[in-house]
């Protein structure tokens, strides 16, 4: 079966919206949004898009301000972020969905799931820091404040660092560069979604969370934050993924629509 990614642009409360979305598969279980952490966009998810597009129909939008999306005027809120994907949810009408979050979205998909929770059916979180007092301190000196470009580019060297820090073995430096570019593209605005992300805690979220929730913990840079979470599940399951990390929907993708499936077909018929 034959299915590709189409890019599109929906009307959202903060300009265009860009999403991506799979066309072409049978379509026959329950669709998926997947959103991406801060400051990257839906590109992340194009290959996983691909793979479980086969039986669903699945979207990757990118948030306001990353990506290919028109930025709010001022910093937004997790929630402003839930709302933005709940237009997302209206204008494709989806009577209902599940929901997959990475990083910043994670908080935006609980957020979603609490304000929707007659459309949200299902939640999978990959990474849900709870973090000490200390650590949420020193991010958000590191991540939550305005940076600006540098003459000397030492800002651009800084970044591609970052994620080079956190590379699993194996990963083509061709998947980091694509990254490190979508990144930039939030420019100077790209703390905006940290910002949101310190101020939405999961210790305060995540235990009143009913849907059925999925916590996979990677070996990366929120791993030992994460495990602080295990006990916030409401209703669900912690697995840790050892020796993954950062680009697993790229380099483990058919891994990771396994592990997906499994959770999220288990309330329809005939995987009880």
Known sequence: MSVTVRREYIDGRFGQMHVRRSVGGNESKRPLICLHLSPGSGLMYEKLLTELGQERHCFAPDTPGYGASDAPKTPPM????????????????????????????SKIAIALAQSRPEIVNRLALVSAPSY????????????????????????????????????????????????????????????????????????????????????????????????????????????????????MMNTRTEEMADILRRHFDQDLKGNQ
């Open 78 to 105: 997790i929630q402003d972020f839930a709302d933005a994907v709940g237009q997302l949810i209206d204008h494709y009408e989806l009577p209902s969905i599940d929901l997959l979050g990475y990083h910043t979205g």
């Open 132 to 247: 000490t007092e200390e650590q949420e301190a020193s991010q958000r000196v590191a991540l939550a404040q305005p940076r600006g470009p540098l003459e000397d580019g030492s800002h651009l060297v800084a970044q591609w660092s970052g994620l080079i820090k956190w590379k699993p073995e194996g990963t083509p430096l061709s998947l980091i560069q694509r990254e490190f570019g979508e990144q930039q593209r939030a420019g100077e605005l790209a703390h905006w979604g940290y910002q949101a992300a310190f101020a939405y805690r999961h210790a305060d979220h995540l235990p009143l969370v009913q849907q059925r929730v999925l916590l996979l913990c990677p070996q990366d840079d929120l791993e030992e934050p994460t495990l602080r979470s295990e006990s916030l599940i409401n209703n669900g399951e912690f697995r840790r993924l050892p020796g993954w990390g950062h680009q």
